[in-house]
């Protein structure tokens, strides 16, 4: 079984729908990374958590820390949300590296 | 644009040969990261450098090596090559020593090992 599960593995939504991504750990973790990888390749960082929420525009990031879940919501989904979606996790044993999620594709039809 | 860079963009080459990928962090990052992307394994953490130094390895082959210049650029070598080589490889960098911290990411270089 990985650290780092996440589902959906793909998503399909209508532009305006609320997107649910689920990414569950199975270690102790210090933090926890959101990213997103375009369809170019390119990937930037979303969130960086450790406990409670973050908001940051359309996009709100969630952690349970008792619960070992995060999510990531998007509200009014747009077709540039289109991408890859990959969480990340700093285990509390090994805190200089991160472990990744297999990632969720997510499409957002016009 | 994440003040990343990374050349080259493309790198076609054949089994056995060696290459090295360079990486730029940030202006004022002392933090480098490097990570492997290929279609089986996914993302997968190679090695971080700290102000010059080694600080984490992750799942590096040992025909991998790496340094991190006076200047703070980065170099990943690559030898041997095989076709399981091929993947994009990502360097990234933050202003932390630590992975807690935002990592800024280059926009890869995809390596083609024919």
């Known amino acids: 079984k990985n650290e780092v599960e996440q589902s959906p593995q793909n998503l399909t939504a209508q532009e305006g729908e609320f997107i649910t991504i689920n990414c569950s750990y199975s270690?102790?973790?210090?933090?926890l990374h959101w990213l997103q990888q375009h369809p170019g390749g390119g990937i930037v960082s979303l969130f960086m958590?450790?406990?409670g929420k973050k908001k940051h525009g359309r996009l709100i990031a969630t952690i349970n820390i008792q619960e070992k879940h995060s999510s990531l919501h998007i509200t009014a989904s747009h077709p540039r949300d289109s991408a890859v979606y990959i969480c990340?996790?700093?285990?509390?044993?090994?805190?200089?590296?991160?472990?990744f999620g297999s990632g969720t594709q997510l499409t957002v039809l016009p | 644009d994440s003040g990343v860079t990374q050349t080259p963009k493309h790198l076609i080459t054949a089994t056995g040969q060696r290459v090295t990928l360079r990486c730029s962090p940030r202006s004022g990052d002392l933090s480098v990261y490097w990570y492997q992307q290929s279609l089986d394994q996914g993302l997968q953490f190679l090695i971080q450098y700290y102000n010059g130094e080694e600080r984490a390895k992750g799942n590096i082959l040992e025909r991998f090596s790496a340094q991190q210049f006076p200047d703070l650029h980065s170099e990943l070598n690559l030898s041997s090559l095989e076709l399981g080589d091929s993947a994009l490889y990502f360097c990234a960098s933050s202003g932390y020593s630590g992975a807690a911290s935002e990592q800024f990411f280059g926009p890869g270089t995809r390596l083609t090992v024919l």
């Open positions: 958590l450790s406990s």
């Open positions: 270690v102790g973790i210090s933090a």
């Open positions: 990340a996790v700093i285990s509390s044993g090994s805190a200089r590296q991160l472990t």
